[in-house]
């Protein structure tokens, strides 16, 4: 999806060019709202949905059909301009678009689905938006989020997004992006769960039942999309829209899993990418999107293309005009065509002639029709547009105080050297930087409303937490991008008269996100000279990094006293980060990324293989698989991050030394809190299989556990190691676990593993 800027409805542009339809919005009333914000909808049987279904359908003209195959954006948007029908009102009602994007606002989406109950068979309307990490309360980005390690807080970071959308009349998000991302050049990591398979599965389906519920019909959910299908993280050169060329073992072993996790958790949606896969654009792929997902996994939802996906595969050379991409899309499996066009203007004379199959036509339509049934359009059109439940909704403080909470555990403690954090209550406090007091800038990529007064600056958090005994001097320092050092000496001069300083940096909210690609990850403009100059004070420097990706930052890696990474943290980033560095909370964050030492390393994943030439001890490269310029090492390893408080691990017990097929062993360990202060710790278990038909990776993560303790407290954990857990694709795309020995590992990141033992599956 492009990004939306919020100007004017397309919607309004028609309604003030039409008098009658202005004469019906002052006839539209309100209708009552339900009992309850999550009132759910009267028990109907998945039978009686297909029987209506088949009737309706039955009533269908070839046009109105297409028409639920049209997906409109009711907003300008950025990126390529689509052609604006000046009709578009005139198709609502005429019953030939099925979904709005875009549109929010119980007021706005009424209204439009007031017009589209003009029409025939009065068939409603979905309205779509992307809500990526929140609505009117902005979460930190999906990224930050992953860093929490803590899936309870990442579902109900997602049902808080959906409670506020759906109350404004969405039903519907494209999110959770589920792509596996390893290449910090592409601007969408910010979007997903880092690098690793078993996190982000676990991931998605957090998101999909936070998003959604148990299932479809409360009024305080919506309806998810797992995106994009499929690969798309790993686009060539991390460049966005770019080709994807991944075997198939790899393809079904790190991507596709996330999605089956998703599917399995009932997502309601699938959107195809943009990247080609094979040669072949995921729009108008079978093979993902027949073979795979709705043959294979036989998913039941529907899929819709991402902007414009399908009309691009004219450029792509895969297509010959938007007629031949429509049908091509339509044969491969894209239900919902979003702002090509294409359906609505070709297909039914691609039916008519014979060259578009009408039973695929009937199916997409039957998928795009259960959705709405299912989220009970068709008895209340207006079930999601209650004015009342809105305003109640959007001002319930409590996701104020759920955005700090994720904020908070979604903070990573990279460094902390000589304890410099938390800090003790100093005299003064040198805050300085270009993102101290910004605003926009910590609500990241992707806001729905981004209004900057509901957003605390680390200024407004640190300031209000050091209270009226700790002055704080505050110092821009510089711009995040650009030269100009004129704002140095004003920076020092605060550090100099101060106890301890705490620098700001890192990228703006426009760094990085959709079509954000870069071929420098290190930190922009002069961000670094400014630390430079700053820790030549003396002063001890804690640095706070802000961004939507992992950056490089050496220097401040090397001489920082301590660094907190706090990704783009949302309306409550300033109170969180404050709430962190004055230790009234422990951070317990882990990366779901690794931090390369350099751009050389990328793409780059702690998920490497042994290669037939490995370095085995430092400084032994010659002729091994490393660089004569750098460790092979990362600068922060996937699962880093550390706290106020230290962990001893122990005890490791192993059930039994072998398993058979189908039996499962149990795996166990104690971790005991050795410091001073309660303290979170995330216990992750790896697995490496030693000998294998294709070569695996030296670990891979298989389960973790997040725990609490206080001080002295010592808690028994236990993982159970099934089949499931030894297995992989084999060269023959066979799910298999062989017969062997393994190597189990448990740490605190992938590259602390404190115990070890060994498994022989027989």
């Not at 071929?519 to 630390?531: A, N, R, S």
């Not at 992992?550 to 404050?578: K, R, T």
């Not at 060269?731 to 590259?751: N, R």
Request: charged share 20%; net charge positive; glycine share 8%.
């Amino acid at each position: 999806m492009r990004v939306p800027r919020y100007h004017h409805l397309l919607l309004g542009l028609l309604l003030a060019a039409t008098p009658a339809a202005l004469a019906q919005k002052t006839k539209i009333k309100v209708k009552k709202a339900a009992a309850s914000a999550a009132s759910a909808l009267p028990q109907v049987s998945a039978a009686d949905i297909e029987q209506r279904i088949t009737a309706l359908l039955g009533q269908m003209t070839l046009e109105e059909k297409i028409g639920q195959l049209n997906q409109y954006s009711g907003r300008e948007v950025t990126g390529p301009a689509s052609n604006r029908k000046n009709d578009l009102l005139n198709s609502i009602r005429a019953g030939q678009v099925g979904s709005m994007l875009n549109v929010k606002g119980v007021a706005d989406t009424r209204l439009i689905q007031a017009e589209a109950l003009k029409s025939r068979l009065k068939i409603p309307l979905l309205f779509s938006l992307d809500v990526i990490h929140g609505y009117q309360t902005v979460f930190p980005i999906p990224l930050g989020e992953a860093a929490s390690w803590d899936l309870a807080a990442i579902r109900e970071s997602a049902h808080v997004a959906a409670r506020e959308a759906a109350a404004s009349g969405i039903h519907w998000t494209f999110a959770p992006m589920v792509d596996v991302g390893r290449d910090p050049r592409w601007g969408r990591v910010m979007e997903g769960a880092g690098e690793d398979t078993y996190l982000g599965s676990q991931i998605a389906r957090a998101r999909v039942l936070g998003f959604q519920g148990e299932k479809l019909g409360g009024t305080d959910a919506i309806m998810a999309c797992a995106k994009h299908f499929a690969a798309y993280g790993a686009a060539v050169a991390g460049r966005e829209y770019n080709v994807v060329d991944v075997s198939e073992q790899q393809l079904w072993q790190v991507y596709l899993p996330p999605f089956k996790a998703a599917a399995d958790a009932g997502v309601a949606t699938f959107m195809n990418s943009f990247n080609t896969l094979n040669g072949i654009p995921a729009t108008g792929s079978r093979y993902l999107q027949r073979d795979i997902l709705k043959g294979q996994w036989q998913y039941p939802g529907f899929v819709v293309s991402d902007w414009g996906s399908i009309g691009e595969m004219v450029p792509w050379g895969y297509a010959t005009d938007k007629a031949d991409a429509a049908r091509k899309a339509l044969a491969a499996g894209s239900d919902m065509d979003m702002e090509s066009d294409a359906y609505h203007t070709t297909l039914a004379q691609s039916v008519k002639d014979g060259k578009a199959d009408q039973a695929l036509l009937d199916d997409a339509v039957r998928r795009i029709l259960r959705k709405k049934f299912e989220l009970g359009l068709f008895d209340d059109p207006y079930r999601f547009s209650d004015e009342k439940r809105e305003k109640q909704v959007l001002n319930d403080p409590q996701h104020r105080v759920a955005a700090r909470d994720i904020a908070r555990k979604s903070v990573v403690l990279l460094k902390n050297d000589n304890h410099a954090l938390p800090l003790a209550q100093p005299r003064s406090i040198a805050l300085i930087g270009p993102l101290a007091k910004a605003k926009r800038d910590l609500a990241g990529s992707w806001v729905v409303l981004a209004d900057t007064a509901q957003i605390t600056s680390v200024h407004e958090g640190l300031t209000k937490r050091a209270g009226k005994n700790t002055q704080v001097r505050y110092a821009k320092g510089c711009e995040v991008q650009g030269d100009s050092r004129a704002g140095f000496a004003a920076a020092v001069e605060a550090a100099k008269a101060s106890d301890v300083v705490v620098l700001c940096v890192g990228e703006t909210w426009d760094m990085s996100g959709e079509a954000k690609s870069r071929t420098d990850i290190g930190l922009p403009g002069v961000q670094t000279e400014l630390f430079q100059v700053l820790k030549a004070t003396g002063k001890p420097v804690v640095v706070i990094l802000m961004a939507g990706r992992p950056l490089v930052f050496n220097q401040i890696a090397d001489q920082a006293d301590a660094i907190l990474y706090g990704w783009w943290p949302g309306s409550e980033g300033g109170h969180a980060l404050a709430d962190v560095l004055f230790g009234d909370y422990n951070p317990a964050g882990k990366l779901p990324s690794t931090f390369p030492r350099s751009l050389g390393q990328v793409p780059i994943s702690y998920q490497l293989y042994n290669t037939g030439r490995p370095v085995t001890k430092p400084g032994d490269i010659r002729y091994k698989s490393a660089y004569i310029d750098s460790p092979n090492t990362p600068r922060y390893a996937f699962g880093h991050g550390l706290s106020y408080t230290s962990f001893k691990y122990d005890g490791l017990k192993l059930s039994q030394p072998t398993m058979a097929a189908g039996q499962t062993v149990q795996l166990q360990c104690t971790v005991t809190n050795t410091g001073k202060v309660a303290g979170e710790e995330v216990v992750q278990l790896y697995l490496r299989d030693l000998v294998a038909s294709v070569a695996r990776p030296l670990k891979e993560l298989k389960d973790f556990q997040k725990i609490s303790l206080k001080p002295g407290e010592t808690k028994t954990l236990t993982f159970t190691i099934d089949q499931d857990k030894l297995a992989f694709y084999n060269a023959k795309l066979e799910w298999v676990a062989e017969p062997g020995d393994f190597q189990l590992m448990i740490g605190s990141a992938s590259d602390d593993i404190r115990l070890e033992s060994k498994l022989t599956l027989q």
